[in-house]
Every structure is written in structure tokens, then in C-alpha cells.
């Protein structure tokens, strides 16, 4: 049989989505690392740190323990309860135990709510850049995603008064990331009060705020959307562990949201996946109760990684690049070598360079496209300075190809 025949029998939603770029461009790395060739990865987004320690032995100690079972769809009481003070007390969202839901990754969360709360041809704006999985996550729920997208002259953020005009009678949401995957944008609190007024102006709207990167921010305490009262039932803040605290392979994220919200994504998620795995939740619960000396020995290497990388990619002529304010992503603009070539073969898209540097000098990055940004590639600096510095060598070496 097939691959044409055998799509054929898959639902029409399924074969209209695309495959994950930041998982595509990883698993060729890994083909490529796997054959002997010394293969440099800047394509995923994650921390290149151990777990904390404390939420190791959480994890080993509730194994111990007997946590065992199947744990409550919404998550323990206990973890929900710590992830709505953490909210109060670092985010000024005013939630309760209630609000919140864990689910398996800040990825599932983001679903759930989208599911949840998007109905069939309605809209949904994204800012963008955004990170690849938004479009296709709407496209499962047979809505409709509306793209903005922020210019690098202004660090790729879109403005409310741009959002406004693209606000139509179908608009169900908006949805957006700061600090930013794959910009390293962070939007500032006057930015998002007035993003804000918009929601108080269209009740119908909800606001998606996914903050997974809040620790990895290089200009200071992050501001939530969901923090501003009058519009705290229109917001959904959705976060998790796996950046601050370097905890990616537990998968273990959560949301915050108004109740009737929170029950509905409990609803769906218990006819999925049920509960989240009972000795992450253990491991989580501990990295809530502990101190964040970890997250912030990690954002003062990702800080003095971004100034290391900035100055190396102004030495790589016709790039054109902004000072990323949080995440560990750089996203320079490379049109300029959009249309070029190498031995007959033409670049045409930022993919396409993408893969051209991945096979020719073994760095992995990821293509703008797939982010709605088709002039950019994402380049994450959670590496070592050795191979941040090996890295950028090598792409320098291998656009100057490119004629």
C-alpha cells in the first residue's frame, strides 16, 4: 500500500497538519550525529542543565512513598494549591486551587484550552512569531488562526492597536508568548495593558498567555496579563517546569483560568490522558517549595550566552539581528541569503537554509517559516559557550557559499 493510499484513510484534520519543524530538524540531527559527523544541535528548546537536585530526590522519595496510582485528573490537591500561591505570590494572579489544572507539559495544556474553548471557523489571533505548535493546535479544533507579525525593528511585537483592527465578530481568542519562543521578545506591562483594555472592550475574547519562559527573563520580573483584575476570567495563563527548571522529559505543565475554563479542560483531559504521572507531580511540588537559586544560575549562563552569541553573529555579514530580552532563543533575519545559491541549488526559504546549514556543516537550527516569520531562523542558545562559539563559526563558513 501506499503512503498516498494510506492517507487517504486518516482524517481530513490529521493529514492537514504539519509536522512539528523544532521536532523534524532534532530527529535529522540526531540521523546525522547518529552516522559519526560531529553534529551541533541549536534547534531545540531546551535547557542543557541537570534538574535540580531537591526535585530528584522528590521524585526518587515518592517513588518510596507509594505513589503508584492513578493520580486526580486536575492534578494532587496539594500541587495545584502551591502552583495557585506561587500565582499569587510571584504573578499577582489572583487564583485558587481551583483555577488551576495539570496536565502533562504546559504542550497538553495549551491544547486543552483550545479545545476548550474554540468552537468551529471561529478565529483566533496569533501574535507572531509563534511557536510552531499554536497554528496546528487551532487547526485540530477546526478553527482558524489569524497571524500578526511583529518586525524585528520592533523586537517582533505586535502592537494592540494592530490586534484591533484584525478583531472581527468571530475572533475567540488571542493567543501569544513572553518572554517569546522563537524571538526572545518579552512584552512590558504597558504593552500588555493595552492588550488588556482590548479584552475589556470585547468580553467574548480570551486572552491565551503562555509564559513557560517567565524565569528566563534579562529585564526583570516578568508581567502576567492575567494579573489585571477586571480581566482575570479572560485570561488563561498557561506555564509548566520544563525551562525554569530544566525539567523538559518530566513533562509536567499547568494552566490557570476561570473556573467554568478550568472544568472544561478537566473534562476533556480526563477523556484523553487522565492525570499527569503522579512522581512528577512530587518532583514539581518540590521545585515549587524550594528556592530558585537553580533558575537563576540558569538565567545568568543564558544571559552571558545571548551577549556571546550577539557578538558573534555581528561578525556573519547580511544578517540582521535585535537583543533577544528573555528565553534562550536568538532569530536573525537572513533574507539576505534567501534566493541564493550553492552549485546549481537555489535557497528559497528560510527552511531551506536551515537544512542547507544542518547538512553542510552540521548545525541545526530552525527556519522561520514554520513559526510564521518566513525571513528568520531560530537559533537557541542553550549550549556551551565551546559550542556556541564552534557553531556560529561554522555557519559564518558555510552562508559565505552562498553566492
Known amino acids: 500500500m501506499t503512503t498516498s493510499t494510506n492517507t487517504q484513510t486518516l482524517s481530513t484534520v490529521v493529514n492537514s497538519l504539519a509536522e512539528s519543524e523544532t521536532l523534524a530538524m532534532t530527529k535529522k540531527a540526531r540521523e546525522l550525529a547518529s552516522q559519526g559527523n560531529k553534529v551541533i544541535s541549536l534547534s531545540v528548546g531546551e535547557p542543557d542543565f541537570k534538574t535540580p537536585q531537591h526535585v530528584m530526590d522528590a521524585a526518587k522519595k515518592a517513588i518510596d512513598e507509594g ?41 497538553q495544556s495549551l491544547a486543552n484550552v483550545i479545545q476548550a474553548v474554540v468552537d468551529k471557523g471561529q478565529e483566533v489571533i496569533i501574535l507572531a512569531p509563534y511557536w510552531v505548535s499554536y497554528s496546528e493546535m487551532v487547526k485540530l479544533a477546526e478553527g482558524k488562526s489569524v497571524i500578526l507579525t511583529g518586525t524585528i525593528e520592533n523586537d517582533f511585537k505586535v502592537t494592540a492597536a494592530e490586534i484591533e483592527k484584525a478583531i472581527t465578530p468571530k475572533t475567540r481568542a488571542i493567543m501569544y508568548s513572553s518572554p517569546c519562543n522563537p524571538s526572545g521578545s518579552v512584552f512590558s506591562e504597558t504593552e500588555l495593558r493595552a492588550i488588556g483594555e482590548l479584552l475589556k472592550k470585547n468580553p467574548q475574547i480570551i486572552a491565551i498567555a503562555d509564559e513557560i519562559y517567565e524565569y528566563i527573563n534579562f529585564e526583570g520580573k516578568n508581567f502576567s496579563l492575567g494579573s489585571i483584575n477586571e480581566i482575570k476570567d479572560q485570561v488563561v495563563t498557561v506555564n509548566g517546569f520544563s525551562k525554569g527548571f530544566a525539567m523538559t522529559g518530566w513533562r509536567l505543565g499547568y494552566i490557570a483560568a476561570a473556573k467554568y475554563i478550568a472544568a472544561a479542560t478537566e473534562k476533556l483531559q480526563g477523556q484523553v490522558t487522565s492525570g499527569t504521572c503522579s512522581i512528577t507531580q512530587r518532583a514539581g511540588l518540590a521545585a515549587l517549595q524550594g528556592d530558585l537559586s537553580a533558575p537563576m544560575k540558569m538565567k545568568e549562563a543564558y544571559l552571558r550566552r545571548r551577549d556571546l552569541i550577539i557578538g558573534l553573529l555581528k561578525e556573519v555579514p547580511g544578517l540582521k539581528i535585535n537583543k533577544p530580552a528573555g528565553a534562550f532563543y536568538i532569530f536573525p ?34 527556519g522561520g517559516d514554520s513559526f510564521g516569520s518566513p525571513n528568520n531562523i531560530r537559533i537557541s542558545f542553550a549550549a556551551s559557550d565551546e559550542n556556541i562559539v564552534e557553531a556560529i563559526k561554522r555557519i559564518k563558513e558555510c552562508l559565505a557559499k552562498l553566492k
Open 333 to 366: 533575519d537572513v533574507s539576505a541569503y534567501l534566493g541564493k545559491s550553492v552549485n546549481g541549488n537555489v535557497i528559497h526559504t528560510s527552511s531551506e537554509l536551515s537544512m542547507f546549514i544542518l547538512n553542510d556543516v552540521f548545525v541545526s537550527t530552525v
Open 67 to 107: 505513589y503508584h496510582s492513578y493520580s486526580p485528573v486536575a492534578g494532587f490537591a496539594d500541587l495545584r494549591a502551591a502552583i495557585a500561591e506561587k500565582l499569587v505570590k510571584e504573578n499577582n494572579i489572583q487564583v485558587t486551587a481551583e483555577n488551576i489544572v495539570v496536565s502533562t507539559g504546559a504542550k
